[in-house]
């Protein structure tokens, strides 16, 4: 129990730096998602279920500050905590954090997750699906990627 606990509150954290500090570091209106590492993460230390509430709670509260479309960050994160839920593996945890496995885990659950965030955010508007997804979707992906790359490096050091 203590251990969820420690998850919704680093997830709070996380929330408020997501929505105060990440926009300070944008690169062409592109901000990595460094919620989805932390669902990444948890999927791949904990399992899919923990995950996938995660990812409801971190995009439910994302949804609620941001006031632009009450649901989607949710289903969108939901989404991809399960998707990376399906690369837990109890005895493979330490070596999947400090690999590039869990750089795929989240290049593909990031993709997973602005496919489904895009195709329904442009729904009504001027922009067509593969603008959305190739112009906002794909470099988000490649942002979060790299982001990415802070806790397999501090894991990577922890395994050496």
């Known amino acids: 129990m203590q251990r969820y606990l420690q998850y919704a509150l680093i997830t709070l954290a996380l929330v408020i730096f997501q929505t105060t500090l990440i926009p300070f570091i944008s ?14 993460f948890i999927a791949v230390q904990a399992g899919q279920i923990p995950a996938t509430i995660a990812g409801f709670g971190a995009g439910i509260i994302i949804d609620l500050i941001g006031g632009q479309f009450l649901g989607l960050s949710a289903l969108s994160k939901t989404i991809a905590g399960f998707l990376a839920g399906y690369f837990f593996s109890d005895n493979k945890i330490e070596q999947t954090l400090g690999s590039y496995r869990f750089l795929l885990v989240v290049a593909l659950a990031s993709f997973v997750h602005n496919i489904v965030y895009f195709t329904i955010l442009v729904q009504g508007s001027s922009i067509s699906f593969f603008t959305a997804v190739f112009q906002f979707g794909i470099f988000s992906t490649l942002y979060t990627t790299a982001a990415a790359l802070f806790p397999v490096f501090s894991y990577y050091r922890k395994l050496a």
């Open 27 to 40: 690169i062409a209106n592109t901000v990595p998602d460094i919620l989805l590492v932390w669902i990444v």
